[in-house]
């Protein structure tokens, strides 16, 4: 029987399990819940948030859920004040291979406190040198090598104490010139050749056991001048699936940034993500995109015979990120 809630990563407003969130657990059974700072209030608050959640997932849904949380560092990391404050990409890049072991390890310990299983980092993308870009601290740089091998180490990292690295933005969001919490970036002049020297680092972080990867919602007309790679079948099943030899999780971006929210409607998402073997939806801002996401996939896999197949795909590789996780 398929379980369309599981393939539901959401975000959530409040900070206790009596406001939305219980609701949201038992109406829509989802697969995880993604934490932002607006349910942060304290250290202790955060842990009974996250254990009060568990708590009734293992009650309702008979299976605990997933935590995740951006902490990558510099501007995009939820726990500080609370918790340790991380330098940027950029910055543990300066500092060389050590500091970035050192750091991927604090983040781990904070993250272990809480309950929360998944790091939404690290950051892959190629940056330029020389250029403002929306990425610019939040990547360890402009040199492939140098990303790889800082990437490298804050995936084993934090793997090593317990947290799931999630590498992104596959498969590269270096060269983009719009932001798509905003718009749909495409990648001008995208050539074949760049597009393999933006994998190098998602090929190290594949080599290294990466659990987790994260889309990229720009469009590479090299490879697919259709569709954004979080809904592209060649960029995520046939490069990143067949090609990479990538058999973890794979999330899709937020689903409710404008790239998609404003180009396709949910019953799109869901055929075109289940068919490109993302295992994920992320809906992180907006509760009200929740209900049609999860109708969307629920209707599809009751339409569509041949997405079952990558729903029981799903299934396998969840199974093993719970292994990985709640085995002990």
């Not at 409040?14 to 932002?36: D, H, N, Q, T």
């Not at 299976?63 to 330098?87: M, N, T, Y």
């Not at 933006?198 to 569709?227: E, W």
Request: some cysteine; aromatic content about 8%; overall charge negative.
């Amino acid at each position: 029987m398929s379980e369309p809630g599981i393939h539901l990563f959401i975000g959530f407003k409040g900070a206790s399990l009596e406001e939305e969130l219980k609701y949201l657990i038992r109406e829509y059974r989802p697969g995880g819940i993604v934490l932002f700072k607006r349910n942060i209030e304290g250290r202790e608050q955060l842990k009974t948030l996250v254990s009060s959640a568990q708590a009734l997932a293992m009650d309702e849904l008979k299976r605990p859920l997933f935590f995740a949380i951006d902490q990558e560092g510099g501007s995009v990391q939820r726990l500080a004040p609370h918790f340790h404050s991380i330098p940027s990409a950029r910055s543990l890049a300066e500092q060389g291979r050590e500091a970035v072991a050192e750091w991927a390890a604090v983040c781990a310990a904070d993250l272990r406190e809480i309950g929360i299983q998944i790091n939404f980092a690290p950051v892959l993308d190629i940056v330029a040198e020389g250029k403002e870009h929306f990425m610019e601290t939040r990547s360890f740089g402009s040199i492939p090598a140098t990303v790889s091998d800082m990437g490298t180490i804050w995936i084993e990292t934090l793997q090593a104490n317990g947290v799931s690295a999630t590498a992104k933005h596959f498969p590269g969001l270096g060269r983009a010139e719009l932001d798509p919490h905003h718009f749909v970036p495409v990648i001008a002049n995208d050539k074949r050749d760049d597009f393999h020297s933006h994998l190098i680092p998602f090929r190290s972080a594949i080599k290294a056991g990466v659990n987790c990867m994260m889309t990229s919602h720009a469009v590479y007309p090299a490879v697919d001048n259709l569709h954004p790679a979080t809904l592209s079948h060649e960029i995520n099943h046939r490069w990143l699936r067949e090609r990479l030899d990538f058999g973890g999780v794979l999330f899709a971006d937020d689903l409710d940034m404008a790239a998609i929210s404003e180009n396709y409607p949910p019953e799109e998402i869901a055929l075109l993500g289940l068919s490109c073997s993302v295992d994920f939806f992320l809906l992180c801002q907006k509760s009200e995109s929740i209900e049609p996401m999860h109708r969307a996939v629920a209707d599809q896999l009751d339409r569509n015979q041949s997405l079952q197949r990558f729903h029981c795909a799903t299934l396998q590789r969840l199974e093993m990120l719970r292994l990985f996780h709640f085995s002990g």
